[in-house]
């Protein structure tokens, strides 16, 4: 007791020390009203795509995800850029063909392109996968941007416009009810199977179904209360939709993208796997060509590495994106 006492009369000299010296007026001096000063309201600082991040690398899984992400990008892009491949190179020397890993690498040497064998022209599974791979990520990603780009700016107008809607839901009622998988299959027909024909098969009716699920989300939350004062203070339509409404929406535009990439890479695959695919070598044409690898003994790593590989970049891609879209939810930010 008597020490708590001494602390409080060390305590009130300090004080005393403190506001020596000046006057009541000056220790007491009324404050004028400052009405700006009086609205501020002091709150940390927010930063929405800093939120973001800090949400999605929270949590190690995602860290686990892009690593894997970020090696299967490098291999598809990096790897074939550095190494040569022929698919040719051997398609002479019958002793060299359908080869699994341990006679590949007794026959060629012990190096990174023997580890999945050799395939059914004596090439290199390896070297064949990864050029595979760059060819079907990058028609995925082509094709899922313009696809995404044009559904998501039509459906947010279709969702506000009268007008639009009443034509578009039209033209969505009569396209919807024919298979995609046909509407493809005839334009490959048509044009053929390169490329950019493919580009153009996944993209002539792909962004109808994202603008309508668009225009869906646009209708459940354009008569919000914010959207009605901003219409009834002048603000366009436009306006109202690209600055109210698809920010609002862009983990749901996040989580759609990461089903369309994957998704794309499953098309081409399965297009290549019933006679339909590209000229040039993807992964779907690699899993096609060696469909009888898969009963054959001492061939099944010629079938199932690519069919491993594509299955790992599609998971890897939609969980990456599903991750990100969850972590760009507002409502996760707390």
């Given at each position: ?71 299967v990008v490098l291999m598809a892009y990096v790897y074939p850029a550095l ?252």
């Open positions: 007791m008597a020490k708590e006492i001494q602390k409080q009369t060390i305590d009130r000299k300090k004080n005393d020390d403190v506001f020596a010296g000046y006057t009541e007026e000056e220790l007491f001096a009324r404050v004028p009203l400052d009405s700006l000063s009086a609205e501020k309201i002091t709150a940390p600082r927010y930063s929405y795509w800093h939120s973001v991040f800090r949400v999605f690398f929270r949590k190690r899984l995602n860290i686990v995800i892009l690593s894997l992400l970020a090696v190494v040569h491949y022929d698919p040719f190179v051997n398609i002479m020397n019958s002793t060299a063909k359908h080869l699994g890993p341990k006679a590949a690498m007794e026959k060629f040497g012990y190096n990174i392109h023997n580890i999945l064998g050799t395939g059914g022209s004596g090439e290199s599974t390896f070297d064949a996968i990864w050029y595979g791979s760059r060819i079907s990520i990058s028609l995925a990603f082509i094709s899922a941007l313009i696809n995404m780009v044009v559904g998501v700016l039509l459906g947010a107008v279709w969702g506000f416009s009268k007008r639009v809607d009443m034509i578009m839901t039209q033209v969505y009622s009569i396209i919807a009810n024919v298979p995609s998988i046909l509407v493809i299959a005839v334009l490959i027909m048509l044009v053929g199977a390169s490329f950019w024909s493919m580009v153009f098969a996944f993209t002539i009716t792909g962004w109808l179904f994202i603008a309508y699920f668009i225009r869906t989300q646009v209708v459940i939350i354009r008569d919000r209360e914010y959207n009605l004062a901003s219409k009834c203070l002048g603000t366009s339509t436009v306006k109202i939709a690209f600055r109210n409404i698809l920010p609002f929406m862009t983990s749901i535009i996040v989580t759609l993208a990461a089903s369309e990439i994957p998704g794309y890479i499953s098309f081409e695959v399965f297009m290549a796997y019933i006679g339909m695919g590209l000229s040039d070598k993807s992964l779907g044409v690699i899993i096609s060509e060696a469909q009888s690898a898969m009963v054959t003994p001492g061939w099944e790593f010629e079938f199932w590495s690519p069919v491993a590989i594509t299955a790992i970049i599609s998971v890897v891609l939609y969980v990456a994106g599903q991750n990100l879209g969850d972590a760009s939810d507002p409502r996760t930010h707390m």
